[in-house]
């Protein structure tokens, strides 16, 4: 909890220094990089740096968790913590590193805002900062030990399909010849791959198969940038990663996990690529027996771009209630009229109690979200996956 002396001085100059947050993430980073290349070869995404995605999130987190702490003093905001210690977690995060961010962060803080940031002000908001750090170190530390098999692991590609043009799934099996530790429905791994400059870049995805399976299968969509920053590993993945090669995993993590426990009615919605978490929570309930109400919902371009389309179908098809609701931007002929562009749910019957899951592009998934809270279903119960920085807390700021 925030001391009532430095939420004032918080509470005073959040205005003035959220204001200045895009300008203090980006002179933080090109400090950070300076001081430490190696975190950008060998850590940070350089297609997010590139972009300008990571300083956008790294913005809009510190915005929120000031936020938070003078509208809850009493509450952690551990869905967005827990969100980010699960990517720390993936990437290898170590306490010490939180020191070295500290360093650089407070001082582009100095470096824009100048002589406004009295001593008074730098110790408030390093009494902000190290609530946090403090908080993601406790969250990280319990998630390595749960993961058991911390660290970078070997596993060989045995399969490679083309699932679209642009999707491509490989299936791998642990290269140590050790069983791995067995993963959740929605959780994805980190993959570590060393690219032709040298620099060893990691890339989240997720599991597409249900667990219990001794192998691991992922999805990778190839983005278009080439070899260029925004897309070099997955062009990396798809133009070099052959049968018998082998890639660095991280063990599982994500905080978008399927709970089947309670016997609600479930909605799972995706659009895209975001089908791969999906396809694993519906592997689950398929093998499972699960009995309660699934809706499927996913919006795609094409029926042809629909990556997985058949097991999609397939496991939605083994559940004794379940429907499955396609939107394509261009369909076949003969779809469903009602089915063609954006997500309306509109049409589709959402039962009292779901607890729902969203995967996708960000404006997809809050269009959806609101269709959800307006037909009943409460916020609390509506779950989301991010792929790459979480920039929901950014755009809110």
Known sequence: MLSEQSAATVRATLPAVGGALGEISERFYEGLFAAHPELLRDLFNRGNQASGTQRQALAGAIAGFAAHLLEHPDRRPDEMLGRIAHKHASLGIAPEQYAVVHEHLFAAIAEVLGEAVTPEVAAAWDEVYWLMANALVALEKRLYEEAGAAGWHPWEVVERVAETPDVTTFLLRPAEGTPAPDHRPGQYVSVRVELPDGARQIRQYS?????????????????????????????????????????ELSAPYGDLVLDDSTGAPLLLASAGIGVTPMISMLGHLAATGHRAPVTVVHADRSPAGHALRAEHEEYTAKLPDAAAHFWYERPEPGHPADRTGLVDLSGVAVASGTRAYLCGPLPFMRAVRAQLIGKGVAPADIHYEVFGPDLWFAQDA
Request: aromatic residues 0%; hydrophobic residues 35%.
């Open 207 to 247: 599991l597409v198969a249900a667990p219990g399976s001794a192998l691991r299968r992922i999805g990778v969509k190839r983005l278009h940038g080439g070899p260029s920053p925004e897309g070099e590993v997955s062009h990396h993945l798809h133009t070099r990663v052959e049968v018998g090669d082998t890639l």
